[in-house]
C-alpha cells in the first residue's frame, strides 16, 4: 500500500475560512429570521406597548437592533460589547449568551467632485454584546443627580405652580431607588411618596 501524503497547508487553509465563512454565512440568516420574526410578533401581538416602554432604554440604537435586543433579551437595560464592560471592570457570566446584533461595515470612498472622503456603508456584521445582568463585577458609577432643595414657602409654591401649569397627572407611590419618573406610555408623572411636597423636598426625577 502507497503512502498517503499529507495535505497541503494552504489548501487547509482555503478550507478552514471557506467553512469560517460558511458559520457568519449562517449566523447573519439566523439573525435576519430573528429580526423579521421580532417585527411581526411586536406589531401582530399585545408586545407593542412593553416594546414601547423598552425603547426608552436604547435611544441610540437603530430600529433593527432595538428589536433584535428586544426579540432576544425584553429584560435588557444597558447592553455593551465585551470591551466595553471590560474597561468598566465587569465581565459577562460564566453561560452568558451573547444577544447578537448588527454593526455597520464602513468604507472611505473619496468625492469625484470635491475629493473629499466620505463614509460609505457596504454591508453589515454581527456583534456580541451583553446586558448589564448578564455581567459581574465593579459596581457601575451613578450619575450624580441634582436635587430641587430650598425655602419651604418657596419651593411649596413652585411645586404648586408646576402641578397647575402642566398638563399632566402627578401621583405620589414608591419610585424609590429613584427620586420619580415620568411613564412615557400612560403619560404621567410619579414622584415619590416619602419626599414631602413642600420644605427642602427633593422633587427632582
Known amino acids: 500500500m502507497g503512502s498517503r501524503l499529507p495535505a497541503e497547508p494552504n489548501k487547509e487553509k482555503r478550507k478552514d475560512e471557506t467553512q469560517m465563512k460558511k458559520t ?16 411581526q410578533e411586536i406589531f401582530a401581538s399585545e408586545q ?24 432576544q433579551m425584553p429584560t435588557a437595560t444597558l447592553v455593551k460589547g465585551y470591551h466595553e464592560w471590560k474597561k468598566l471592570g465587569r465581565y459577562p457570566k460564566k453561560g452568558s449568551k451573547a444577544i447578537k446584533i448588527l454593526a455597520p461595515l464602513i468604507t472611505k470612498k473619496k468625492d469625484k467632485e470635491t475629493d473629499e472622503e466620505k463614509s460609505i456603508i457596504y454591508g ?33 409654591e413652585l411645586y404648586n405652580d408646576l402641578e397647575t401649569l402642566i398638563d399632566i397627572p402627578i401621583y405620589h407611590e414608591d419610585t424609590k431607588p429613584a427620586n420619580g419618573y415620568y411613564h412615557i406610555i400612560d403619560k404621567f408623572i410619579a414622584l415619590d411618596h416619602d419626599k414631602p411636597q413642600s420644605g427642602s423636598e427633593n422633587l427632582s426625577p
Open 124 to 156: 453589515f456584521r454581527y456583534v456580541n454584546v451583553f446586558d448589564v445582568q448578564q455581567t459581574e463585577g465593579e459596581p457601575l458609577p451613578e450619575p450624580p443627580v441634582k436635587t430641587l432643595e430650598g425655602e419651604k414657602n418657596v419651593t411649596k
Open 24 to 39: 457568519k454565512e449562517e449566523v447573519m440568516k439566523g439573525i435576519e429570521k430573528k429580526l423579521e420574526k421580532g417585527i
Open 48 to 71: 407593542m406597548k412593553e416594546y414601547l416602554a423598552f425603547l426608552s432604554n436604547f435611544r441610540q440604537y437603530s430600529f433593527n437592533n432595538t428589536v433584535l435586543i428586544f426579540s
